[in-house]
């Protein structure tokens, strides 16, 4: 399941159609967007400890993830309660982007990403055990429940990003997965993109050649702290 051609496995093709190179390119490049722009929010800011660089990294992968998307025929995007950003919708299935945790490992099933209502709703159709699937807490009525305006199976697909200031852009994971109540990610089926550009599919430019997502004028990034899913994660 790892080391294919972007985009060109059957699985792939299966859920994104025609357009399934294209959407293969587009995470790739976003994940070396949050990168870049994390990285340097690090370096601005002199400090130690990698709350600049997580903090960054999470809010500019949800921008970039859309930018680089939206060029793509048949791409629109929603926005789910809950959510503090949109999120892309290709082929009639969500993809939901999240940085793993700085805990997690580079493999796929040491991966760990932060569980929040708000994740345990939308991965909700996933199949799972049963013994894996979180009620809804006691004291969250059930009208909150989002419904996530997908395809009839309200399909989303989970695109887990291992990266750190040290590390770089180290792997990328997209496949059918969930989260458990400690936040590991289990999956269903995965495949990993590979982040380097030997593999990248025909006519794809080189991060150089295509420019950087902050050439643009820098988003108003918000470092405030909230009580939903999206707060700020800091070395996450």
Sequence with gaps: M?????GG????QGRFGTVADEVAEALVRAGRNAHETAADSKAASKLRTDEPYGATFW?????????ELSGIQGVQTTKPKGSRFELPVVNGTILYAAKCASQSGPQADRLMIRWSNFRER?????????????????WEPETSRIETPSSAANAVILVAYVASDRGGLERIYIGDGYLDAEGH??????EELSVGPA???????????????????MPD????????DDAAEGGR
């Design 2 to 6: 790892t080391g294919v051609v972007l």
């Design 9 to 12: 496995s059957e699985w792939f």
């Design 59 to 67: 809010q500019i992968l949800a921008l970039s993830t859309v930018e």
């Design 122 to 138: 939308l991965f909700d159709n996933v199949e799972r055990p049963d013994a894996m699937h979180l009620p809804l807490p006691e």
């Design 185 to 190: 990610v289990h999956w269903v089926y995965y």
């Design 199 to 217: 593999e990248m599919g025909t006519g794809v430019t080189s991060a150089e050649q295509a420019g950087r997502f902050d050439d643009a004028p």
């Design 221 to 228: 990034l918000d470092m405030g702290l909230y009580v939903d």
